[in-house]
Nanobody
Framework: QVQLVESGGGLVQAGESLRLSCAAS????????MGWYRQAPGKQREMVAR???????NYADSVKGRFTISRDNAKHTVYLQMNSLKPEDTAVYYC?????????WGQGTQVTVSS
């Protein structure tokens, strides 16, 4: 089992920045993928950014150039630096950890961007 604890959400104005953190604990395999997904009201959950334990990164087109994902493998922690936030970034952001074909999710943290 893997447990994920997120932090860093909040309310900001358009153009401002936020940094999300997610710390994993439990039975963590060396090879894994960590990432961030988000779900806005009435919409499906979507991938925002993901990073493998080897450092391969993918971003959703909507956040490229504004968001940066990084990880500290020693701390089993993944970060999401969100710059130039837009109202359409408003959503609950979920941390995700994948290993051995299993998916683990954090409890979610609310990000609200006002115009």
């Amino acid at each position: 089992q893997v447990q994920l604890v997120e932090s860093g959400g909040g309310l900001v104005q358009a153009g401002e920045s936020l940094r999300l953190s997610c710390a994993a604990s439990g039975s963590i395999f060396r090879i894994n993928v960590m990432g961030w997904y988000r779900q806005a009201p009435g919409k499906q959950r979507e991938m925002v950014a993901r990073i493998t334990s080897g450092g391969v990164i993918n971003y959703a087109d909507s956040v490229k150039g504004r968001f940066t994902i990084s990880r500290d493998n020693a701390k089993h922690t993944v970060y999401l630096q969100m710059n130039s936030l837009k109202p359409e970034d408003t959503a609950v952001y979920y941390c995700n950890h994948q290993q051995t074909g299993l998916n683990y999710w954090g409890q979610g943290t609310q990000v609200t961007v006002s115009s």
